[in-house]
């Protein structure tokens, strides 16, 4: 430990440690989130649903067993649920965010950018001769809605559970915000935050930041309750009232930040946390500097 | 006096110093030596370079030049920036807040870096001794001052004069005892308060009227439930009695109130003995307060019928009368007697049978 003695005497040791420190608490900040993708529901004819249960058996089949039927490891604990009532809704909400198919089954299943079928960016479509980058897009968002109704369309059939909300009832409603607050902070902020940031759970189980979900993924996570979730069915909070609360996550999340960083929007705490730490440190690192050693030595007097 | 008993290790060498850290005690810094010289300071910077020193005042004048403009700039800032009305709006706090907060935060630094230059490259670190004295007076001053009250007091004629002294000291007596009734008025007794909630006189007014429990309506939008509205697998609401934002003061009243209903799978839920008719089917209903220092225990999770307080992690099975599995709580949430009336509506049958919420000096330990 000898050269760390002569380390630590050095004269800039101190600002380093310090340095360090600062930096480490800085680092601590990170965060991540993937990207999302978007879709519809219509009727399904007997192509799209032969079309459905091939996709099913390609990406769900290993898992969830192949009628759907879940599958449980040697202990009897279930390995995956079976999907039979899940519904439209809940195939939407769990492959629309990437959640399934689930690459590394844990805790909590992130959201992620999804799987090439089911992602308007990186689906394979023929595109005809000459077509414009534009129509290259739509052509891919089509393929990808179609794929996704087929496959909600193969689940669905398999028993009833609730459907994809058309667009217009998931609209937010931007005369209701108050309301949608309240029933927010009453019935979601205890595990979501107050700003839609999400938070722990136990056992490495968490409730997602809602800051990438669309409207539709938040009414069907309401309405499906996905993972540890509970049910907030339409008879308990109504339509109208999940699209006030919508219109709450929506509106609050877009809100800026007056302080430039919002520090994870958990209020006057963390930002009093930023503001010691970094400020303490910064006020350690000056009065170290006004009280160190002057740098001239004293000139040797002997000559 | 020797060197060792001094306290300081190396007395003679240069000692090596942690940066940061107060220079160790020397024996003939700290004690005078009749008309010796004092020693200078191994640090001293007594020989300043002309050269160097006029290079350290440019650089201290050009700080001085900042904070000069950074002020400035502040004043212009608040004052020109959008005037009309756009600088000091809350739409544009952001824009204020790096304008003003940048210029103050840099007039101050540049100031405090000048200055701290200024000490550090054109002043030298010169040893200066304080006498101290002793704290007591002079002998003199002490010998009048005790002569002076002796006679003061001999003069008011205290000790041979005894109506005087009791009458005064009966008088002190109140005066002294004032703060201990302004202490004890510093907030009102709980009373009876914590030991009820609203659920209670809902009940009492739904039974006066013939009825046999008190709705239960969803908080926020005060709709009331039904079962058949609450009959999702999963699914979880708080709930606040009906008629309860009609009261004086409906927020205290919620506070103590909040309930959280929950559908739990009726073949995974175990009443406890006494309550088996507390519960319809599975539905089953909750204090919202957790019962170890008050915050809304409402993180239920459907999975694994837990239901968790995010303030300490307490933890609480909802299958079995929410005891405590985990966490600094000490007791189970209170749980609400439930039934379903003729109508089909959700209704509690009374209050809580405990207390809701944390404990209080008056709970008593015998109520679980």
């Known amino acids: 430990m000898k050269w760390f003695t002569a380390w630590r005497r050095r004269p800039w040791a101190g600002y380093a440690v310090v340095l360090v420190a600062l930096a480490t608490i800085g680092v601590v900040y990170a965060g991540f989130s993937p990207r999302t993708a978007q879709a519809t529901d219509s009727s399904a004819s007997a192509d799209d649903l032969a079309h459905g249960k091939q996709l099913f058996n390609q990406n769900c089949a290993s898992c969830h067993g192949p009628n759907a039927e879940g599958t449980r490891d040697a202990k009897g604990n279930a390995i995956a649920p079976s999907l039979i009532g899940v519904g439209a809704a809940a195939v939407n909400f769990q492959v629309s965010t990437g959640r399934m198919p689930a690459m590394n089954p844990g805790a909590e299943m992130p959201r992620k950018t999804p799987v090439p079928v089911f992602n308007p960016d990186t689906i394979q479509v023929q595109y005809p001769p000459n077509a414009t980058e534009e129509q290259k897009k739509a052509l891919r968002q089509a393929a990808v809605d179609k794929n996704l109704n087929d496959i909600q369309a193969y689940v669905e059939s398999l028993g009833n ?13 931007n005369d209701k915000v108050g309301l949608g607050g309240t029933l927010f902070r009453t019935n979601c902020a205890q595990c979501h935050n107050f700003a839609g940031q999400g ?22 996570a309401m309405i499906t309750g996905p993972e540890a979730m509970p049910v907030f069915n339409d008879t308990t909070i109504t339509p109208e009232q999940k699209r006030a609360i919508i219109a709450y996550i929506v509106q609050t999340r877009s809100e800026a930040n007056p302080g430039g960083n919002g520090l994870g929007r958990i209020g006057p705490v963390a930002e009093g946390l930023a503001g010691w730490l970094v400020g303490i440190g910064l006020l350690v690192l000056a009065a170290m500097w006004i009280t160190a050693k002057k740098p001239k030595k004293l000139k040797k007097q002997h000559d | 006096m020797t060197e060792t008993n001094a306290g300081s290790p190396e007395p003679q060498d240069t000692p090596k110093r942690v940066i ?3 220079a160790p005690a020397e024996t003939h810094t ?8 004092p020693a200078a300071p191994a640090a001293a910077a007594d020989e300043l370079d002309e050269k160097s020193a006029k290079r350290a005042e440019r650089v201290v004048a050009l700080f001085f030049v900042l904070t000069f403009l950074a002020s400035i700039a502040f004043i212009a800032a608040y004052v020109y920036v959008g005037r009309d009305g756009g600088m000091h709006g809350a739409d544009r706090t952001q824009q204020a807040n790096v304008l003003l907060g940048g210029a103050m935060t840099l007039s101050f630094m540049a100031m405090g870096i000048g ?10 670190a010169k040893q200066i001794v304080q006498e101290r004295h002793g704290l007591a007076s002079p002998e003199e001053d002490r010998r009048i001052f005790a002569e002076g009250a002796l006679e003061g007091g001999a003069d008011t004629g205290l000790a041979k004069r005894p109506l005087l002294r009791r009458t005064l000291l009966l008088a002190a007596a109140p005066l002294g005892l004032a703060p201990l009734v302004l202490l004890r008025d510093l907030g009102p007794l709980p009373e009876k308060k914590l030991r009820h909630t609203f659920w209670r006189d809902a009940v009492a007014a739904a039974k006066a009227q013939g009825k046999p429990g008190v709705r239960l309506l969803v908080d926020g939008s005060y709709r009331p439930l039904t079962i058949s509205d609450f009959d999702s697998p999963g699914g979880m609401i708080t709930v606040v009695p009906e008629g309860i934002e009609q009261t004086a003061d409906p927020l205290n009243e919620v506070a103590k109130a909040a309930t959280i209903v929950i559908n739990v799978p009726p073949e995974l839920f175990k009443p406890l003995k006494g309550r088996e008719n507390w519960h319809v089917n599975g539905v089953v209903a909750y204090s919202k307060i957790c019962t170890h220092v008050g915050c809304p ?8 019928h837990h239901i968790l307080c995010p303030c300490h992690q307490s933890t609480f099975d909802a299958t079995n009368g929410a005891k405590v599995i985990f966490g600094p709580a000490a007791r189970a949430l209170p749980q609400l007697p439930i039934a379903v009336d003729a109508e ?4 509690a049958t009374a ?18």
Do not use: C, H, N
């Open chain 1, 161 to 173: 559970g609730p459907s994809v909300p058309s667009a217009d009832q998931v609209a937010p409603a």
């Open chain 1, 199 to 220: 938070g722990a759970l136990t056992y490495g189980k968490y409730a997602p930041p809602l800051l990438q979900s669309t409207p539709t993924q938040i009414y069907e």
């Open chain 2, 20 to 22: 940061g850290t107060p």
């Open chain 2, 30 to 37: 700290l004690l005078a030596k009749g008309d010796d010289e």
């Open chain 2, 115 to 124: 200055v701290t230059i200024w000490v550090r490259r054109l002043m030298t």
């Open chain 2, 297 to 304: 225990a409402a993180l239920y999770e459907q999975t694994t």
């Open chain 2, 344 to 347: 089909g509506y959700l209704i």
């Open chain 2, 351 to 368: 209050d809580y049978d405990v207390p809701v919420g944390p404990s209080f000096w008056e709970r008593g330990a015998t109520q679980q």
